[in-house]
Protein backbone atom coordinates (compact mmCIF):
# COMPACT_ATOMS: atom_id res chain seq x y z
CA UNK A 1 0.00 0.00 0.00
CA UNK A 2 1.17 3.57 -0.96
CA UNK A 3 2.75 5.10 2.38
CA UNK A 4 3.32 8.85 2.77
CA UNK A 5 5.12 10.51 5.02
CA UNK A 6 3.41 12.58 7.45
CA UNK A 7 6.06 14.69 8.92
CA UNK A 8 6.68 16.33 5.50
CA UNK A 9 4.57 18.68 3.90
CA UNK A 10 3.54 17.89 0.14
CA UNK A 11 4.18 19.22 -2.99
CA UNK A 12 1.80 20.63 -5.07
CA UNK A 13 0.31 17.67 -6.92
CA UNK A 14 -2.02 19.66 -8.87
CA UNK A 15 0.70 21.63 -10.34
CA UNK A 16 2.84 19.03 -10.99
CA UNK A 17 0.12 17.26 -13.35
CA UNK A 18 -0.92 20.58 -14.46
CA UNK A 19 -4.74 20.14 -13.23
CA UNK A 20 -6.67 22.29 -11.74
CA UNK A 21 -8.28 21.46 -7.62
CA UNK A 22 -11.42 20.80 -9.33
CA UNK A 23 -10.35 18.32 -12.15
CA UNK A 24 -11.91 15.39 -12.11
CA UNK A 25 -10.75 11.94 -12.20
CA UNK A 26 -10.72 11.37 -15.69
CA UNK A 27 -8.59 14.70 -15.78
CA UNK A 28 -6.26 13.23 -13.16
CA UNK A 29 -5.42 10.09 -15.09
CA UNK A 30 -4.94 11.72 -18.63
CA UNK A 31 -2.43 14.62 -17.03
CA UNK A 32 -0.45 11.67 -15.55
CA UNK A 33 -0.88 9.76 -18.88
CA UNK A 34 0.62 12.40 -20.61
CA UNK A 35 3.58 12.93 -18.47
CA UNK A 36 4.49 9.23 -17.92
CA UNK A 37 4.45 8.77 -21.68
CA UNK A 38 6.94 11.89 -21.90
CA UNK A 39 9.17 11.37 -18.53
CA UNK A 40 8.91 7.37 -18.62
CA UNK A 41 12.83 6.39 -18.24
CA UNK A 42 12.63 4.00 -20.36
CA UNK A 43 12.01 6.36 -23.44
CA UNK A 44 14.72 8.17 -24.99
CA UNK A 45 14.55 11.70 -23.36
CA UNK A 46 12.50 10.33 -20.57
CA UNK A 47 13.54 12.07 -16.92
CA UNK A 48 13.27 9.48 -14.22
CA UNK A 49 12.86 12.39 -11.70
CA UNK A 50 9.78 13.74 -12.98
CA UNK A 51 8.35 10.72 -13.74
CA UNK A 52 8.41 9.40 -10.18
CA UNK A 53 7.19 13.12 -9.63
CA UNK A 54 3.91 12.58 -11.40
CA UNK A 55 3.56 9.28 -10.15
CA UNK A 56 3.56 10.40 -6.32
CA UNK A 57 1.07 12.91 -7.44
CA UNK A 58 -1.07 10.27 -9.37
CA UNK A 59 -0.84 8.02 -6.30
CA UNK A 60 -2.31 10.52 -4.03
CA UNK A 61 -5.08 12.11 -6.46
CA UNK A 62 -6.12 9.13 -7.47
CA UNK A 63 -7.43 8.00 -4.23
CA UNK A 64 -10.24 9.53 -3.19
CA UNK A 65 -9.34 9.58 0.55
CA UNK A 66 -5.77 10.71 0.26
CA UNK A 67 -6.97 13.56 -2.08
CA UNK A 68 -9.36 14.87 0.91
CA UNK A 69 -7.05 14.67 3.18
CA UNK A 70 -4.07 16.05 0.83
CA UNK A 71 -6.83 19.11 0.29
CA UNK A 72 -7.35 19.47 3.93
CA UNK A 73 -4.38 18.83 5.69
CA UNK A 74 -1.83 19.87 2.52
CA UNK A 75 -0.79 16.04 3.16
CA UNK A 76 -1.83 12.41 3.46
CA UNK A 77 -1.53 10.22 6.76
CA UNK A 78 -0.25 6.63 6.48
CA UNK A 79 -1.17 5.76 9.81
CA UNK A 80 -0.33 4.32 13.26
CA UNK A 81 2.89 6.86 12.87
CA UNK A 82 4.70 4.68 10.07
CA UNK A 83 7.71 6.12 8.48
CA UNK A 84 7.15 6.01 4.57
CA UNK A 85 10.12 5.01 2.69
CA UNK A 86 11.15 5.14 -0.98
CA UNK A 87 11.07 8.62 -3.17
CA UNK A 88 9.35 11.52 -2.29
CA UNK A 89 7.71 9.41 1.04
CA UNK A 90 6.22 6.42 -0.97
CA UNK A 91 6.96 2.75 -0.46
CA UNK A 92 7.59 1.31 -3.95
CA UNK A 93 8.99 -2.11 -2.29
CA UNK A 94 5.58 -3.45 -2.44
CA UNK A 95 4.66 -2.87 -5.63
CA UNK A 96 6.31 -5.72 -8.01
CA UNK A 97 4.61 -7.99 -5.14
CA UNK A 98 0.72 -6.79 -5.60
CA UNK A 99 1.14 -4.28 -3.40
CA UNK A 100 -0.72 -1.29 -5.92
CA UNK A 101 -4.42 -1.90 -6.26
CA UNK A 102 -5.21 -2.07 -9.81
CA UNK A 103 -8.17 0.40 -9.46
CA UNK A 104 -6.21 2.72 -7.72
CA UNK A 105 -2.95 2.38 -9.66
CA UNK A 106 -4.25 1.07 -12.67
CA UNK A 107 -0.47 0.50 -14.08
CA UNK A 108 -1.56 -1.99 -17.01
CA UNK A 109 -3.39 0.61 -18.47
CA UNK A 110 -1.25 3.35 -18.12
CA UNK A 111 2.53 2.01 -19.28
CA UNK A 112 0.94 -0.70 -21.43
CA UNK A 113 2.57 0.26 -24.73
CA UNK A 114 6.45 0.66 -22.32
CA UNK A 115 6.14 -2.71 -22.29
CA UNK A 116 4.96 -4.23 -25.61
CA UNK A 117 1.62 -4.25 -27.41
CA UNK A 118 2.35 -1.33 -29.25
CA UNK A 119 0.34 -0.95 -32.72
CA UNK A 120 -1.93 -4.17 -32.17
CA UNK A 121 -5.37 -4.58 -31.33
CA UNK A 122 -6.82 -5.15 -28.39
CA UNK A 123 -6.43 -9.40 -28.57
CA UNK A 124 -2.55 -8.50 -28.99
CA UNK A 125 -2.60 -9.69 -32.19
CA UNK A 126 -0.70 -7.21 -34.99
CA UNK A 127 -3.28 -5.29 -36.84
CA UNK A 128 -3.05 -4.53 -40.85
CA UNK A 129 -2.60 -1.29 -42.41
CA UNK A 130 -5.98 1.30 -43.09
CA UNK A 131 -6.39 2.15 -46.23
CA UNK A 132 -8.19 5.23 -47.77
CA UNK A 133 -9.53 6.13 -50.97
CA UNK A 134 -11.56 8.58 -52.79
CA UNK A 135 -14.83 8.05 -54.93
CA UNK A 136 -16.42 10.99 -57.11
CA UNK A 137 -20.44 11.05 -56.59
CA UNK A 138 -23.10 12.76 -58.99
CA UNK A 139 -25.68 14.69 -56.54
CA UNK A 140 -28.88 12.32 -57.82
CA UNK A 141 -26.56 9.54 -56.68
CA UNK A 142 -25.55 10.62 -53.14
CA UNK A 143 -29.09 11.34 -52.70
CA UNK A 144 -30.75 8.42 -53.00
CA UNK A 145 -27.62 5.83 -52.33
CA UNK A 146 -25.69 3.61 -54.82
CA UNK A 147 -23.03 0.81 -55.39
CA UNK A 148 -19.55 0.68 -56.43
CA UNK A 149 -16.80 -1.97 -57.69
CA UNK A 150 -13.41 -1.00 -57.23
CA UNK A 151 -10.21 -2.89 -57.73
CA UNK A 152 -7.37 -2.33 -54.83
CA UNK A 153 -3.87 -3.17 -55.15
CA UNK A 154 -2.93 -4.26 -50.90
CA UNK A 155 -1.89 -6.85 -48.92
CA UNK A 156 -4.44 -9.35 -48.59
CA UNK A 157 -5.09 -12.96 -47.23
CA UNK A 158 -2.65 -14.96 -49.48
CA UNK A 159 -4.71 -16.76 -52.45
CA UNK A 160 -1.65 -19.59 -52.91
CA UNK A 161 -2.12 -21.00 -49.37
CA UNK A 162 -5.79 -19.26 -48.29
CA UNK A 163 -3.89 -17.56 -45.62
CA UNK A 164 -2.33 -20.40 -43.79
CA UNK A 165 1.48 -19.68 -45.00
CA UNK A 166 2.00 -23.62 -45.77
CA UNK A 167 2.12 -24.97 -49.42
CA UNK A 168 -1.18 -26.47 -50.40
CA UNK A 169 -0.86 -30.40 -49.47
CA UNK A 170 1.75 -29.75 -46.85
CA UNK A 171 1.39 -29.90 -42.80
CA UNK A 172 1.89 -27.24 -40.08
CA UNK A 173 3.55 -28.30 -37.10
CA UNK A 174 4.04 -27.07 -33.54
CA UNK A 175 6.06 -23.60 -32.98
CA UNK A 176 9.20 -24.91 -30.94
CA UNK A 177 9.62 -20.84 -29.79
CA UNK A 178 6.18 -20.35 -28.16
CA UNK A 179 5.36 -24.43 -27.94
CA UNK A 180 2.10 -23.46 -30.12
CA UNK A 181 0.89 -21.19 -27.13
CA UNK A 182 1.28 -17.93 -30.13
CA UNK A 183 3.10 -15.82 -27.74
CA UNK A 184 6.33 -15.47 -25.75
CA UNK A 185 6.55 -14.53 -22.13
CA UNK A 186 9.28 -11.94 -20.71
CA UNK A 187 10.72 -10.83 -17.85
CA UNK A 188 12.18 -7.41 -17.05
CA UNK A 189 13.55 -5.56 -14.53
CA UNK A 190 12.52 -1.70 -14.05
CA UNK A 191 13.03 0.44 -11.04
CA UNK A 192 9.30 -0.86 -10.32
CA UNK A 193 10.31 -3.90 -10.01
CA UNK A 194 10.13 -7.04 -12.26
CA UNK A 195 7.58 -7.16 -14.75
CA UNK A 196 6.39 -10.31 -16.76
CA UNK A 197 4.78 -9.72 -20.01
CA UNK A 198 4.04 -11.48 -23.14
CA UNK A 199 4.10 -10.79 -26.70
CA UNK A 200 3.25 -12.35 -30.04
CA UNK A 201 5.21 -14.87 -30.90
CA UNK A 202 7.78 -13.80 -33.62
CA UNK A 203 9.15 -17.22 -35.31
CA UNK A 204 4.43 -18.23 -36.06
CA UNK A 205 3.34 -14.69 -35.77
CA UNK A 206 0.51 -15.66 -32.73
CA UNK A 207 -0.40 -18.84 -34.94
CA UNK A 208 0.79 -21.33 -32.57
CA UNK A 209 2.11 -23.19 -35.95
CA UNK A 210 4.66 -22.65 -38.40
CA UNK A 211 4.45 -24.41 -42.25
CA UNK A 212 6.78 -27.68 -42.73
CA UNK A 213 6.99 -25.94 -46.50
CA UNK A 214 6.24 -22.47 -46.65
CA UNK A 215 4.21 -21.54 -49.68
CA UNK A 216 5.83 -20.19 -52.77
CA UNK A 217 3.67 -17.23 -52.97
CA UNK A 218 3.94 -15.62 -49.26
CA UNK A 219 7.36 -16.96 -48.32
CA UNK A 220 4.89 -18.34 -45.36
CA UNK A 221 3.62 -14.92 -44.15
CA UNK A 222 0.21 -15.64 -45.04
CA UNK A 223 -0.22 -12.36 -46.76
CA UNK A 224 0.36 -11.40 -50.69
CA UNK A 225 0.15 -7.92 -52.54
CA UNK A 226 -2.81 -8.39 -54.99
CA UNK A 227 -5.59 -6.72 -56.53
CA UNK A 228 -8.27 -7.12 -54.69
CA UNK A 229 -12.03 -6.48 -55.79
CA UNK A 230 -14.01 -4.81 -53.29
CA UNK A 231 -17.76 -3.91 -53.36
CA UNK A 232 -18.72 -0.07 -51.88
CA UNK A 233 -22.17 0.14 -50.31
CA UNK A 234 -22.93 3.65 -50.24
CA UNK A 235 -26.32 4.63 -48.28
CA UNK A 236 -28.57 7.33 -49.26
CA UNK A 237 -28.20 10.92 -47.93
CA UNK A 238 -24.52 10.93 -47.62
CA UNK A 239 -22.82 14.35 -47.75
CA UNK A 240 -19.89 15.77 -49.85
CA UNK A 241 -16.30 14.93 -47.60
CA UNK A 242 -18.10 12.21 -45.82
CA UNK A 243 -16.67 8.85 -44.98
CA UNK A 244 -17.81 5.41 -44.94
CA UNK A 245 -15.84 2.99 -43.34
CA UNK A 246 -15.21 -1.21 -44.02
CA UNK A 247 -14.24 -2.76 -40.90
CA UNK A 248 -11.34 -5.25 -41.88
CA UNK A 249 -11.66 -4.74 -45.86
CA UNK A 250 -8.14 -2.63 -45.18
CA UNK A 251 -4.39 -4.35 -45.54
CA UNK A 252 -4.08 -8.05 -43.96
CA UNK A 253 -1.63 -8.32 -41.37
CA UNK A 254 0.65 -11.55 -40.98
CA UNK A 255 -0.82 -13.74 -38.44
CA UNK A 256 -3.05 -10.91 -37.32
CA UNK A 257 -6.55 -8.67 -38.38
CA UNK A 258 -6.76 -6.50 -41.30
CA UNK A 259 -7.31 -3.13 -41.10
CA UNK A 260 -10.21 -1.02 -42.12
CA UNK A 261 -11.05 0.64 -45.23
CA UNK A 262 -12.10 4.35 -45.69
CA UNK A 263 -14.31 5.57 -48.46
CA UNK A 264 -13.80 9.83 -48.44
CA UNK A 265 -17.14 10.64 -50.92
CA UNK A 266 -16.88 14.03 -53.24
CA UNK A 267 -20.39 15.08 -53.83
CA UNK A 268 -20.56 16.82 -57.47
CA UNK A 269 -22.53 20.02 -57.51
CA UNK A 270 -25.70 20.18 -59.44
CA UNK A 271 -27.29 22.66 -61.80
CA UNK A 272 -30.59 22.92 -60.71
CA UNK A 273 -30.32 21.69 -56.91
CA UNK A 274 -28.75 22.38 -53.84
CA UNK A 275 -28.73 20.76 -50.66
CA UNK A 276 -29.33 22.38 -46.91
CA UNK A 277 -29.88 19.02 -44.30
CA UNK A 278 -32.61 16.84 -45.34
CA UNK A 279 -34.39 19.23 -47.56
CA UNK A 280 -33.14 20.27 -51.51
CA UNK A 281 -33.65 23.61 -52.84
CA UNK A 282 -34.67 24.41 -56.36
CA UNK A 283 -35.28 27.29 -57.94
CA UNK A 284 -38.56 28.40 -59.97
CA UNK A 285 -38.28 31.43 -62.54
CA UNK A 286 -41.28 33.57 -63.10
CA UNK A 287 -42.53 36.72 -65.28
CA UNK A 288 -44.05 39.43 -63.60
CA UNK A 289 -47.43 38.84 -64.82
CA UNK A 290 -47.30 35.14 -63.43
CA UNK A 291 -46.12 36.23 -59.86
CA UNK A 292 -48.69 39.05 -59.85
CA UNK A 293 -51.51 36.52 -61.80
CA UNK A 294 -50.47 33.14 -59.54
CA UNK A 295 -51.56 29.62 -61.02
CA UNK A 296 -49.94 26.20 -61.53
CA UNK A 297 -46.52 25.70 -62.50
CA UNK A 298 -44.64 22.70 -63.47
CA UNK A 299 -41.10 22.24 -61.02
CA UNK A 300 -38.89 19.28 -61.35
CA UNK A 301 -37.42 17.40 -58.65
CA UNK A 302 -35.30 14.46 -58.28
CA UNK A 303 -38.20 12.36 -58.80
CA UNK A 304 -39.60 13.89 -61.81
CA UNK A 305 -41.68 16.85 -62.67
CA UNK A 306 -44.74 17.81 -59.62
CA UNK A 307 -47.06 20.74 -60.32
CA UNK A 308 -46.88 23.65 -57.50
CA UNK A 309 -49.54 26.30 -56.86
CA UNK A 310 -48.21 29.46 -56.89
CA UNK A 311 -50.59 32.05 -55.23
CA UNK A 312 -51.45 35.39 -56.68
CA UNK A 313 -48.71 38.05 -55.65
CA UNK A 314 -46.64 36.07 -54.66
CA UNK A 315 -43.26 38.31 -53.57
CA UNK A 316 -39.71 37.85 -55.00
CA UNK A 317 -37.67 34.87 -52.84
CA UNK A 318 -40.79 33.46 -51.34
CA UNK A 319 -40.51 29.37 -50.65
CA UNK A 320 -42.90 26.77 -51.74
CA UNK A 321 -42.77 23.87 -49.68
CA UNK A 322 -42.98 20.21 -51.93
CA UNK A 323 -43.52 17.61 -49.03
CA UNK A 324 -41.38 14.46 -49.17
CA UNK A 325 -39.12 15.12 -51.92
CA UNK A 326 -36.09 16.11 -50.34
CA UNK A 327 -33.20 13.64 -48.93
CA UNK A 328 -34.11 10.11 -47.98
CA UNK A 329 -33.03 9.81 -43.89
CA UNK A 330 -34.19 7.52 -41.07
CA UNK A 331 -36.50 4.99 -41.80
CA UNK A 332 -38.49 5.66 -44.98
CA UNK A 333 -38.68 9.41 -43.94
CA UNK A 334 -37.54 11.80 -46.47
CA UNK A 335 -37.14 15.56 -46.22
CA UNK A 336 -38.63 18.72 -48.56
CA UNK A 337 -37.96 20.11 -51.32
CA UNK A 338 -38.02 24.11 -51.40
CA UNK A 339 -38.87 25.97 -54.19
CA UNK A 340 -37.90 29.57 -54.00
CA UNK A 341 -39.68 31.81 -56.28
CA UNK A 342 -37.35 34.25 -58.70
CA UNK A 343 -39.14 37.09 -60.44
CA UNK A 344 -38.11 38.07 -63.51
CA UNK A 345 -38.40 42.12 -64.08
CA UNK A 346 -38.66 43.14 -67.77
CA UNK A 347 -35.72 45.07 -68.95
CA UNK A 348 -37.63 47.12 -71.70
CA UNK A 349 -41.19 47.51 -71.72
CA UNK A 350 -42.99 48.11 -75.29
CA UNK A 351 -45.08 51.18 -75.88
CA UNK A 352 -48.64 49.07 -75.22
CA UNK A 353 -46.78 47.65 -72.28
CA UNK A 354 -45.98 50.77 -70.85
CA UNK A 355 -49.82 51.66 -71.48
CA UNK A 356 -50.70 48.57 -69.33
CA UNK A 357 -48.34 49.35 -66.57
CA UNK A 358 -49.30 53.20 -66.48
CA UNK A 359 -53.23 51.86 -66.17
CA UNK A 360 -51.72 49.33 -63.31
CA UNK A 361 -50.50 52.12 -61.26
CA UNK A 362 -53.38 54.48 -61.94
CA UNK A 363 -55.18 50.97 -59.92
CA UNK A 364 -52.79 51.85 -56.84
CA UNK A 365 -50.87 48.85 -57.77
Same mark, same amino acid.
Given at each position: ?????????????????? $?????? =??? &???????? /???? !??????????????????? /????????????????????????????? +???? *????? !? #?????? %?????? &??????????????????????? $?????? *???????? =????? &??????????? +????????????????????????????? *??? *???????????????????????CKGQGVAKRE????????? @???????VRMPGRGEAA? +? +? $?????YIKLHVKADR????????????? !??????????? =??????????????????? /???????????? $??? #????? @???????? &???????????? %???????????
Amino acid at each position: MLAYNHQTMAKDYYNILG $VTKSAS =EDE &IKSAFRKL /AHKY !HPDKKGGDEKKFKEASEAY /AVLSDKKRRAEYDTYGKTFAGGGQQAGGF +GGFD *FSNFA !H #GGFNEQ %EFDIGD &IFGEFFGGGGRGASGRSRGRDIS $VDIELP *FREAIFGT =ERRML &IAKMSVCGGCD +GTGAKKGTKRTTCASCNGKGEIREARNTF *FGN *FTTTRTCPTCLGRGEVPEHPCDTCKGQGVAKREEEVHVVIPA @GVSDGEMVRMPGRGEAAA +G +G $VAGDLYIKLHVKADRSFTRDGNNLLTVL !HLKLTDALLGG =EFKVETLDGGVSVTVPQGI /AHGELIRVRERG $VPH #GRGSR @GDLLVRID &IQFPKKLSRTAN %ELIAQLRKEGL
